[in-house]
């Protein structure tokens, strides 16, 4: 295999490609309706605060990982992981027949519990996907794989965003959502018939069914490995970090930049390019090794480009007096001109921001997923996983904590990313302290390329 795109022709890769493609697509078809049509259309859902509903959705879709990762890791390893697979897309077959009866009902309770389970469908999903690649492709490819999964997903992401959002503007969402969610399920699973099998890790493993008792002792597993245990802190701060951006997206477009749907469409599709080209270009930058140097160089890039995405949608929204609404083809052709007559690129500017916030967020992701495949032993590699989501759905769930805080002194959007990037700041300056590594692979990384 000369790159991470021959993974395409191997059969070991290119059916889990697709269906952990067409479950991400799913999960954010079904989310992003359900928040476009909460925050766009909210009286056809009889909700009255869209803001706070639209802010408490994505907490109601991560809270399972909290609930049931433990388990979940478990399974993973006790089990054989495309059986697994099989299941949890029989699993989403069922929620998407759930999900459209609330869409035919117009009820956001049954939308909100088809939400939560479709977290759970994640939930289950999760251990396997990350712990999967490690059997199946060689340390030299887990670069080059993982880049190609975290490239899948958000391109998975930005489709089910752009295709979530679009239906729900239709006049016959609730139709069309309904068909859509339960074909893309069906041909899911079809695809995961195709996956290879992939041996249990630990099939004598005797499952502890306590959720609280598995997860401390995995969290004291981990802690006696300061390198995972910070691996995976990096990893939590990231989902904490991309977040609490992603939930403010619809109300950033229609609040502060005066667009519709189709602009709340344009900044999913910049930021999931720029995750999904950064994720790619991790094993150009690394040579197919674990490169930790490009954590550091993530790091910044998510502290610069947030700080000046602060300053690009304060000044967009100063600059427009008067209310509209958008379309993207309006918002991208439109200029301000400042006083002395010239022009303002200050829509470019921020969407400049936003497609180098996933850029360097995808640099600063793919080697930490690698870091912990690499480095953990194969027997209870899910379950480590599994707790790493625990941590990731703490962490999300503070995100929207932290957002509602922010919002309750009545700080703007475009402060709360401006808050977020100086908080990134502090954990880039942990990751720094705990773990020298980080800060050390940097700086031959950058002396590297210097020197060539």
């Known amino acids: 295999m000369s790159n991470q795109f021959g993974l395409m022709k191997e059969q070991r890769f290119r059916p889990f490609f697709f269906t952990q493609f067409l479950g991400a697509f799913n999960d ?118 993982n880049g190609m999964v975290e490239m899948g997903s958000f391109v998975a992401i930005l489709l089910g965003q752009v295709l979530g959002a679009w239906l729900a503007a239709q006049a016959q969402h609730a139709l069309l959502t309904s068909l859509t969610l339960l074909a893309v399920a069906i041909i899911g699973y079809l695809t995961s018939r195709s996956v290879p099998n992939t041996p249990a890790a630990d099939n004598a493993l005797k499952i502890n069914w306590n959720p609280i008792t598995e997860t401390i002792t995995n969290v004291k597993l981990i802690w006696a490995q300061q390198p995972i245990w910070v691996a995976i802190v990096a990893i939590s701060w990231f989902w904490f970090y991309g977040a609490t951006l992603l939930a403010q997206f619809p109300n950033l477009a229609k609040n502060v930049l005066y667009g519709d749907e189709s602009v709340f469409i344009l900044l999913l599709s910049v930021f999931s390019i720029g995750i999904g080209v950064g994720s790619l270009l991790c094993e150009k930058l690394s040579k197919g090794r674990l490169e930790l140097g490009l954590v550091m160089f993530g790091a910044i890039g998510l502290t610069l480009f947030a700080t000046d995405l602060y300053f690009s949608a304060t000044s967009l929204h100063n600059s427009c007096s008067v209310k509209c609404l958008f379309d993207y083809q309006s918002f991208i052709a439109r200029d301000y001109h400042s006083a002395d007559g010239h022009l303002n690129w200050t829509n470019w500017r921020l969407l400049g921001d936003i497609g180098l916030i996933g850029l360097f967020g995808g640099f600063y992701i793919v080697p930490l997923y690698v870091l912990i495949q690499t480095r953990v032993d194969k027997n209870y590699q899910s379950r480590v996983i599994a707790t790493n989501n625990i941590m990731n759905a703490l962490f999300m769930v503070a995100s929207a904590g932290f957002s509602i805080f922010i919002f309750n002194q009545s700080y703007t959007i475009p402060q ?33 390329l210097v020197k060539r």
């Open 28 to 145: 954010n078809v079904f989310k992003t309706a359900l928040i476009t049509l909460v925050a766009f259309h909210a009286a056809s859902l009889a909700v009255a605060n869209s803001a706070l509903i639209a802010t408490l959705l994505p907490g109601v879709f991560i809270l399972p990982f909290f609930l049931f990762s433990a388990t979940a890791g478990q399974l993973a390893d006790k089990y054989e992981k495309s059986q697994i697979i099989r299941l949890v897309k029989v699993f989403e077959i069922g929620i998407m027949l759930f999900a459209s009866v609330g869409f035919f009902l117009h009820n956001i309770w049954l939308l909100g519990a088809a939400l939560f389970m479709m977290g759970m469908h994640s939930t289950l999903f999760g251990p396997v996907k990350y712990s999967y690649l490690p059997q199946h492709l060689k340390e030299h490819e887990l670069i080059g794989g």
């Open 416 to 448: 709360l990313f401006l808050a977020t990037a100086l908080l990134n700041v502090v954990i880039t300056i942990y990751l720094f302290i705990r773990q020298p590594e980080f800060w050390r692979t940097f700086v031959a990384w950058v002396n590297s």
